[in-house]
């Protein structure tokens, strides 16, 4: 049973809480019905994203075995068949489906838009340098869109902030992700075909630009008079101290720590960045709520 659970990295599952983001941006995330339509989304997502990961496990099989951490996954290690694996990845593909037909709002089109767009990344996308992250940073969207149905909901679309926020913070996690391979390759770790189009200077500089642009959209987020009127409230802009401190922290743990390899495993395990993030939340809802 651990084998299988790990084989659906439910770790991995705190990246489709984006779905819950238009409902509390839009101040509705206390609407039961709103919320019941948003973690269903969560669900379907839950159950797309591991089948995903278990296709992917499956082409990096031998490439995992010589990677120091992913080899101990499942299938890498020997504690899955392959054909296990394809069969799991078969019940959880057609779940995902059923549950996203249940969903009158859009959220069959945008589940197979992610399904269809990382199984052609799995089968050789992620090979294109840029192309890859750019990928990663589109299934985030695609995980905002799901809270909202591609418009369906009423009163909840993200505004454009929102959404350009979102994919600024997934490139810079994606990039700061890669650095952790091109260290791993200079160690003479085998590491995936697209770190050829990267190096440590160009992903520096790329971390540095995103976090920038990142910073600077959410504090003219903040100011923007519709998100003011919007959130009733012209002190916004204060919590944007907590968001240079979480993204000079992911900036610390990946240039100075060296240990941006799993975002989800610093999320879980960096208190430092839990607190800031805890910090930012608390601030909003007080002036917000």
Known sequence: MPAFIKLLRPHQYVKNLFVFFPLFFALKITDLNLLKDA????????????????????????????????????????????MTAIAIAAILF??????????????????SIYIVMNFFYSFGLKNIPLVDIFIIATGFLLRLLAGTGLGAVEGVNPSHWILIMTFLLS?????????????????????????????IEFVNNAMSVMSGVLIVSYLLYTLDEKVISHFNTEYLYVTTVFVILGVFRYMQISLVFMKSGSPTEILFKDKFLQLTIAGWAVLFLLLVY
């Open 171 to 199: 490139l810079f996690i994606a990039f700061a992700k890669r650095r952790d391979d091109l260290i791993l390759a200079e160690k003479g770790v085998s590491v995936r075909k697209s770190i050829e189009g990267y190096s």
């Open 39 to 82: 973690l269903l989304a969560f669900v379907a997502f839950c159950f797309a994203a591991s089948t995903i990961y278990i296709i992917n496990d499956i082409r990096d099989i031998e490439k995992d075995r010589a990677h120091p951490k992913k080899k101990k996954r499942p299938l890498a290690k020997g504690d899955i068949s392959v």
């Open 94 to 111: 057609f779940f995902s489906i059923i549950l996203a037909t249940m969903s009158g709002n859009n959220l069959l089109l945008i589940i």
